[in-house]
């Protein structure tokens, strides 16, 4: 006789979930340095919000050990590879509350929230954590310079980013570094960073998603703002490249630029940078970078003028989406007045 108040198990045995993240699995980037991947973008998919958008992009295409692991008929847990997968949604602009202090400023709040799902490898809580407030921060530094917030007065507009799925955190820049003592205590030796460069491609689809949404809820904007990533890589790959490190002088041509940097792509970075752009008054807005940069200010500009390329090849895609959802709403007015 079974307890009914106690859930029990399975009868059978059950494999535990696996995740696989051994960098020396991971494939070498195939895609020119100035390739991007695609890009799925569209609006008007929240009808009760003022507005919204949606956003995807698919991993890159590289076949590897881990694929085919993954796609084995055994393996038990089948699935593809993560992409990034983004939906924003605004509300407003609305009025503020009566006992709200007046400003004669449209307020602007942004919540970034990852899905308890997006993460394969494990689960997240409902709860904020200092990650999530993080990416709020700057998406909000990056949509206030574009929002017109002037003659808004005691009025508010909400826009919050979910993030269904998005890419491990198992790669980040200095992925060919070794241990500490080998690199020796000068900082000028060292290559590399612990901040994860799959934060700032979420940031980057966070702040064009968010875009897109604010002009389908009909805000004002001076520009669109766009998100692009880029990567400074040492240039090769083997072992020869993974040796490389341990040098304290390296030459100029070592290195290249790379536009939107993969997690699943071995790429050898040790510095990495995300701005968000206003391409038609070709402003910066929010500009994040991290890891060490070789050559002082010069490669550093080279590294931001890297993500603004890649920016600008995404506004393609955002111009595009918005004008696909503003005709769609033209004929639907259209209808309804006909």
């Known amino acids: 006789m ?18 696989i993240v051994h960098p020396k699995l991971k494939p070498a980037r195939t895609r020119a340095p100035d390739d991007l991947r695609k890009i799925y973008l569209r609006t008007s998919l929240t009808p009760p919000a003022s507005g919204s958008a949606y956003l995807e992009i698919p991993p890159p295409p590289s076949p590897s050990p881990v694929d085919s692991l993954l796609k084995a008929p055994n393996h038990p847990r089948r699935k593809s590879p993560p992409s990034l997968k983004l939906t924003c949604t605004v509300h407003g602009p609305r009025p503020l509350p009566r006992s709200a202090p007046f400003t004669p400023y449209m ?46 007065g005691k009025s508010g507009a909400d826009i919050i980013v979910t993030i269904l799925e998005c890419e491990e955190n198992g790669n980040t820049v200095g992925d060919v570094v070794e241990d500490s003592e080998k690199l020796g205590n000068d900082q000028s030796e060292r290559e590399v960073s612990n901040v994860n460069t799959a934060m700032m491609g979420v940031l980057a689809g966070c702040v064009t998603v968010a875009s897109a949404a604010l002009v389908d809820a009909g805000i004002r904007c001076l520009d669109l703002v766009v998100g692009g990533v880029a990567g400074l890589s040492i240039k090769g790959n083997g072992e020869d ?19 939107d940097p993969s997690v699943r792509e071995k ?13 038609s008054r070709d402003e910066i807005t929010e500009l994040w970078i991290t890891g060490f940069v070789p050559g002082g200010g010069l490669a550093a500009e080279e590294l931001v003028d890297g993500a603004i390329r890649a920016a600008s090849q995404i506004k393609s895609v955002l111009i595009e989406a918005v004008n696909d959802g503003t005709r769609a709403k033209l004929r639907i007015n259209g209808k309804d007045a006909g």
Not at 267 to 279: D, E, H, I, K, T
Request: proline residues 6%; positive net charge; contains cysteine.
């Open 2 to 19: 079974t307890d009914r108040r106690r859930v029990n198990g399975p009868p059978g045995g059950t494999a535990p979930p696996i995740s």
């Open 107 to 152: 307020q602007l709040s942004t919540t970034v929230k990852f899905a308890p799902f997006a993460i394969a490898s494990r689960r997240r809580g409902y709860v904020r954590d200092s990650t999530e407030r993080d990416l709020a921060a700057k998406l909000e530094n990056a949509l206030r310079g574009a929002v017109i917030v002037e003659g808004g």
């Open 241 to 259: 490249s993974q040796n490389q490190h341990i040098k304290a002088e390296r030459q100029e041509g070592d290195y290249q630029i790379i536009l």
């Open 267 to 279: 790429s050898n970075l040790v510095a990495a940078c995300m701005v968000g752009y206003l391409p």
